[in-house]
């Protein structure tokens, strides 16, 4: 993933449920090391990588999810789906994007 194109954060198009820079953080972490738990992305992580909490990072991730920009692998483990890969490449407009009907159970 991470030999994707990425593009400068101005160039993207967030929505106004997205929280910034928070999820894009998410987004680009996932893009550059893979899937990843709430936890590994937050500072409660072995390796604290954003500074925000786990808590919120699992909030943050199942709102991606919502969006497609995510998708829930298993249990607290999420990964980068092409529509995540395309915001970042700033090819999305992710105000384009309803909400899914997929379960985004909110247990980590």
Known sequence: MSGTRRVNREMRKPAEWMRSPADDRILELMQDEGNMTPRALSREGDVPRIDISRDYAGDRCRELTRYGLLERLDRGLYRLTDK???YLEGGL???DLDPLDADTDSSE
């Open 84 to 86: 995540g890969e395309a």
């Open 93 to 95: 407009d992710v105000n």
